[in-house]
T-cell receptor, first 109, second 112 residues
Framework: DAGITQSPRYKITETGRQVTLMCHQT?????MFWYRQDLGHGLRLIYY???????DKGEVPDGYVVSRSKTENFPLTLESATRSQTSVYFC????????FGPGTRLTVL | GQQLNQSPQSMFIQEGEDVSMNCTSS?????WLWYKQDPGEGPVLLIA?????ELTSNGRLTAQFGITRKDSFLNISASIPSDVGIYFC????????????FGKGTRLHILP
């Protein structure tokens, strides 16, 4: 019973490449979120989803795309990665409080 | 928009000392949450507070929901090495489906 998983845990890519970070939950929580965490900025919300096929922008959505065709999955795509997108990315679900995945550390060279 | 100010940003303490950190908001929250993030992991919920004035403990941790509903504090007593990490406060405005707003975190360092 993993709860919420993210893959990959670590990723190195090059500027301009497309990268997809996966998030999967074994619960059926309606709400799912993507955050990025950078030193000095705490957790910043990129996108969130209230249910399958419903997504909305957060605080820092530029350069990212999300989809939610199934309740349990919420992938985050960087269509053309930039160095400024080097960060640690956390996926979370919400049922009252938020539950976080283990994170993906992404480095863009 | 709503903002949370969390302080201090970093703390350096000796093992065994008590720790206090707090969070203030520009607006009212109905729920206050405290999370801890260990290095290399995602944040994990420590304490949830649902009522103004509420004081809740979880082992050596105690958190309070301020009377004004615009602040909360977290105390850690008799700190130990495994308390190292980043502590986040978070607030939720009205109901379970509202977005949760996070503070920027307090990084706790424990000196040997």
């Amino acid at each position: 019973d993993a709860g919420i998983t993210q893959s990959p845990r670590y990723k190195i890519t090059e500027t301009g490449r497309q990268v997809t970070l996966m998030c999967h939950q074994t619960w059926s929580h309606s709400y799912m979120f993507w955050y990025r965490q950078d030193l000095g900025h705490g957790l910043r919300l990129i996108y969130y989803s209230a249910a399958a096929d419903i997504t909305d922008k957060g605080e820092v959505p530029d350069g990212y795309v999300v989809s939610r065709s199934k309740t349990e999955n919420f992938p985050l795509t960087l269509e053309s990665a930039t160095r400024s997108q080097t960060s640690v990315y956390f996926c979370a679900t919400q049922a009252g409080t938020q539950y976080f995945g283990p994170g993906t550390r992404l480095t863009v060279l | 928009g709503q903002q949370l100010n969390q302080s201090p940003q970093s703390m350096f303490i000796q093992e065994g000392e008590d720790v206090s950190m707090n969070c203030t908001s520009s607006s009212i929250f109905n729920t206050w949450l405290w999370y801890k993030q260990d290095p290399g992991e995602g944040p994990v919920l420590l304490i949830a507070l649902y009522k103004a004035g509420e004081l809740t403990s979880n082992g050596r941790l105690t958190a309070q929901f301020g009377i004004t509903r615009k602040d909360s504090f977290l105390n850690i007593s008799a700190s130990i090495p495994s308390d190292v990490g980043i502590y986040f406060c978070a607030g939720q405005a009205m109901n379970r489906d509202d977005k949760i707003i996070f503070g920027k975190g307090t990084r706790l360092h424990i000196l040997p």
